[in-house]
């Protein structure tokens, strides 16, 4: 199961992984208030979740991402998101939640 936490904009995960948001639609979880149901979902979220290959496991999550397209069982309404301007003499800052400046350079 997903670490997934709700916030007052709705819901978001403990980390950043694709499964964490598409596990939440499949049969019998908490937050699948719908009752959406999809045998075919539920097993690439399952092989995805046994997975150690990173192609294959990827290959299972974007077929259940599009069996959730197609089914369409839910319309996101709000996509949090955040932009940022950084100069292009600025190099190797990495956002990640937080700034992370430890390969971070400037040049001229």
């Known amino acids: 199961m997903a670490s997934i936490k ?4 709705g819901l978001t995960t403990g980390y950043n992984d694709p499964y964490a948001m ?4 499949m049969s019998g979880e ?3 208030f719908g009752k ?9 979220l399952t092989l995805s979740s046994e997975e150690m290959n990173v192609k294959k496991r990827l290959t299972d999550l974007v ?13 996101p309404l709000y996509h949090d998101g955040q932009a940022w301007m950084v100069r292009k003499n600025v190099h190797g800052l990495v956002f990640n939640g937080s ?3 430890r390969n971070t350079f400037v040049t001229k």
């Open 6 to 9: 709700t916030t007052s904009s």
């Open 99 to 101: 700034f992370d400046f």
């Open 36 to 44: 959406w149901s999809n045998k075919q979902y539920d097993q690439y």
């Open 30 to 32: 908490n937050y699948n």
């Open 63 to 75: 077929k259940a991402g599009q069996v959730l397209d197609d089914q369409q069982p839910l319309t």
């Open 22 to 25: 598409l596990s939440v639609m």
